[in-house]
């Protein structure tokens, strides 16, 4: 009985780390987004030369 509980619990907590892990995770368009946004990339996905 106990082992099973233990093991739904883990399931679960896995679960949640699974679902996290996919909103951390960016696509490479979404980086490639980013970068443009930010002005370092290209829309082509060429770096620009960045000067500070």
Known sequence: ?????VSEETSK???EMEKFSRKVTASSRKSREFLVKT??????????????
């Open 13 to 15: 907590i896995l679960e």
């Open 39 to 52: 002005g370092i990339c290209t829309p082509r996905g060429n770096l620009k030369q960045v000067y500070r």
């Open 1 to 5: 009985m106990q082992k099973t509980q």
